[in-house]
């Protein structure tokens, strides 16, 4: 089954943020918990868990992209 | 956006944040985790843990570095002690850490709120200890006592910055009547920890950190925090560097040296962070 990893919204102003970095390539497994990508925001970077267990199947956005709180990130591959 | 230093970060797992803002919005209640734009609110939360600022989200103060709104606040609510010992009963807190936006609307500066939620998490949730992280309260005393007189296991509050960066950091605040509120406070009741805490980064020498160690050291106090101060927008107050993982060790070592009880420095380290732990450490000094 697919399901989407959406882009949190870390405080309760932000409306988009930059994805600097993927943790995990296309293919990868993933354990819910594992942190999946990182977004930078005025503060830290947070690294963002997966919240299930599946396989990587899709990265949506590039590393540097900006993208809209709650639009989809990835699509999981779960069982 | 300068480049975040490696250590600068944290895990983020939204069921488990989802679950604790779940939580919160049911009883009304506010964190400072939140309205702070806290970096660990995504470790606490999924810890079930949190901060609890009582006394509304919406504060009189404009402290440049801080990100909660300034404004208007609304009268205490009636319900919130209660709320907040319901809160921390369902999160299985064994330590409750309160503050509050800082109320120079109210006569007493939410002195008797505070004592309130103190009463009530000891009724719900017996054993379970509480520190206040309150504001100065305008050095009132009358004020003051009535949160002494709830006995938290911890009183703290927080000095913020070195004497030269008071009045850019904090305007509406001061050194020397944060330091009279410490000493003030464990005079009154020496068994009370009290505890303060400084961020760097504002621009603050070694030398000025130094003094600021004896002035804090000399009001009794028992434990002390330092963090990174983390810059929440382009408006507040600028951000002169990213002190390391080794400076933060430096610091705790002299803070020690100087005889602080319990010292946190780390670049990640709040005033509530791992508060129990700290406790924990000075267990047996109450």
């Known amino acids: ?79 | 956006m300068e480049k975040k230093p490696e250590w600068l970060k944290v895990r983020y797992n939204q069921d488990a944040v989802n679950e604790v803002a779940a939580l919160m919005r049911d009883l009304k209640l506010n964190t400072v985790c939140k309205e702070a734009n806290c970096p660990n609110l995504g470790e606490c939360y999924r810890k079930h843990t949190s901060t609890f600022m009582i006394l509304g989200s919406v504060c009189t103060r404009n402290c440049r570095f801080c990100n909660v709104t300034t404004g208007h606040p609304l009268p205490p609510d009636p319900e919130e002690p209660m709320h907040v010992a319901q809160a921390a009963k369902r999160l299985g807190l064994r330590h409750v850490v309160l503050t509050c936006s800082t109320r120079d609307d109210l006569p007493d500066g939410g002195a008797e709120q505070f004592a309130k939620t103190v009463r009530a998490i000891r009724e719900v949730c017996p054993g379970t200890t509480v520190e206040t992280l309150i504001s100065d309260m305008q050095m009132n005393t009358d004020a003051l006592d009535v949160v002494i007189a709830a006995h938290p296991e911890v009183l703290n509050h927080n000095v913020e910055t070195v004497k030269e960066l008071q009045a850019a950091v904090r305007p509406k605040a001061g050194y020397e009547r944060s330091l009279a509120v410490l000493r003030y406070c464990k005079e009154k009741d020496p068994t009370l920890l009290t505890k303060t805490g400084f961020m760097v980064g504002l621009g603050e020498t070694d030398e000025q950190i130094d003094r600021l160690m004896d002035d804090i050291l000399a009001t009794g106090c028992d434990i002390l925090t330092i963090g990174q101060y983390l810059q929440p927008s382009p408006k507040h107050y600028p951000l002169a560097r990213y002190a390391t993982p080794e400076d933060f060790a430096r610091y705790k070592e002299l803070a020690l040296s100087k005889g602080f009880r319990h010292v946190a420095s780390a670049p990640l380290a709040r005033s509530s962070y791992k508060a129990w732990e700290v406790l924990e450490d000075t267990h047996d000094l109450y």
């Open chain 1, 1 to 79: 089954m697919e399901k989407e990893l959406t882009m949190p919204k870390l405080r309760p102003e932000m409306k988009d943020g930059v994805l600097c970095a993927w943790l995990k390539e296309e293919g990868d497994m993933v354990t819910a918990g594992e942190p999946l990508f990182e977004i930078e925001t005025d503060k830290v970077v947070n690294q963002i868990e997966a919240t299930e267990s599946g396989v990587l199947k899709k990265q949506l956005f590039e590393e540097g992209d900006t993208v809209d709180v709650e639009a989809p990130v990835a699509i999981l591959e779960t069982k």
